[in-house]
């Protein structure tokens, strides 16, 4: 008597699937924790650089970060996970500087002029850190006192103005990935996109699931007329095309990222009735389940405890393969302009702002986002087909 090996043990015996669900991992740990990883933290990284736009892959350069004059809120951890935090600096690229006895000077980035050309910028180091509210700055030994333009005067240790000049004053970046059009970092807001999508793609599958699932066991369950009603309605559904209903919907309930899922799995659940109802019609006829009825068991009970359990396999490999389905139509919308809406960054609409530089010399804007959608899409597709494997009794019996 042979034993079978571990679900995952069958799972990682073939090395295609086991990378892509490497890959799957990787992202989703990405984009949950995107803004630890990328180098802008704005909310939907959107922070554009003037004069960095277009850059090719590698770019780096020197930023001379200028504090904002309006006090930013602090914002807590869990915030930040989700959504950034507003930037307390502007940017400005510099292709050199130093830092005198009592001054910055900075010589402004300009692509196109050497640097012998440029006129350079200097500024005072109260004045960088106070901006224009200091009007008057005078130096009385080691402080710096300073009168701001409402009149009040402080002081402050030329030391610390020091300290934090060095530490936040001039920040080095590198765009692995160069820039958009805007000046803002591609591989940092391509991390963000696939948060989108992947967001997307679990509610859309958690939605059509569950309505699937629900419907296709009432179906499948009590057959006759309740089977025949239901059986034309998800007729009707699966004679429409997928998009023309997400259309549809999206143009009812309006654009945003509320009402894509809610598109998306109201178009999907479909495919999981058919397959919920097939198996609940050969599972109702098994004993237990006519044990159980005849012990007077709850039609609610029955479907919840021993209908349901027994057909999580084919669920699984339903939901799996309907994950790679809601990504890709969620990209569609995104690019056709009726899904995630910008600023927010979805690999859709990141090729959509991008896709006029596919005949350029910068194609990399357009071909990232493709890219990765593809390797999204294959690497759940891989995944998908070896559950599918795993959960095939037959197919297991023999091997």
């Keep these: 008597m042979s034993s ?38 704005t909310p939907d990284i ?13 770019f780096a350069i020197d930023l001379v970060a200028i504090p904002k004059p309006q006090d930013i809120p602090p914002t807590s951890f869990f915030n930040f996970l989700l959504n950034g935090r507003t930037n307390k600096y502007f940017f400005i690229p510099v292709d050199k500087y130093h830092i005198s006895q009592d001054s910055l000077t900075y010589y402004p980035y300009d692509g196109e002029t050497p640097t012998s050309k440029v006129a350079p910028i200097t500024i005072h180091k109260a004045k960088w850190l106070l ?41 080095h970046r ?9 000046g803002r970092s591609l591989l940092d807001r391509i991390i963000l996109g696939i948060r989108y999508s992947l967001f997307v793609g ?25 089977d025949d009603i239901i059986s034309y309605i998800m007729n009707v559904f699966w004679s429409i095309p997928t998009l023309i209903l997400v259309f549809a919907i999206v143009l009812v309930s ?42 007077g068991m709850s039609t609610a009970r029955i479907l919840r405890k021993h209908i349901l359990p027994n057909m999580l396999g084919p669920l699984i490999v339903i939901a799996v393969s309907n994950f790679a389905s809601a990504i890709i139509v969620e990209s569609g919308l995104s690019y056709l302009g009726f899904g995630i809406q910008p600023p927010t960054p979805s690999l859709g609409s990141i090729l959509s702002e991008n896709y006029g530089f596919i005949l ?20 759940f597709n891989l995944v998908g087909n070896g559950v599918r494997d795993i959960f095939d009794v037959k197919s297991n019996s023999q091997t």
């Design 4 to 41: 079978q090996p571990g679900l995952f043990k069958q799972f990682i015996k073939e090395k295609p699937r086991t990378i892509a669900l490497g890959f799957i991992l990787f992202c989703t740990v990405l984009a949950t924790f995107a803004y630890l990883f990328t180098g802008d933290k």
């Design 46 to 58: 959107n922070e554009q650089i003037t004069g960095i736009g277009l850059k090719k892959p590698g």
């Design 131 to 171: 901006g224009d509210k200091a009007i008057q700055i005078a130096q009385h030994e080691n402080v710096y006192q300073i009168t701001l333009e409402d009149g009040n005067q402080v002081d402050l240790n030329r030391n610390d103005v020091d300290q934090q000049l060095k530490k936040t004053g001039i920040q």
């Design 174 to 182: 590198t765009f692995w990935l160069g820039t958009d059009l805007f």
């Design 202 to 226: 679990l509610l859309a599958v958690l939605i059509s699931i569950t309505i699937g699932a629900v419907i296709g066991m009432v179906s499948g369950y009590f057959g006759g007329r309740t």
């Design 254 to 295: 309006g654009r945003g990222i509320q009402n894509i899922f809610i598109a998306v799995g109201l178009t999907m659940w479909v495919d999981t009735a058919r397959l919920v109802r097939g198996q609940t019609l050969a599972l109702k006829k098994e004993k237990y389940v006519e044990a159980v009825r005849s012990m």
């Design 360 to 379: 350029s010399n910068k194609p990399i804007l357009a071909i990232a986002p493709v890219v990765v959608l593809l390797l999204l899409v294959l690497a």
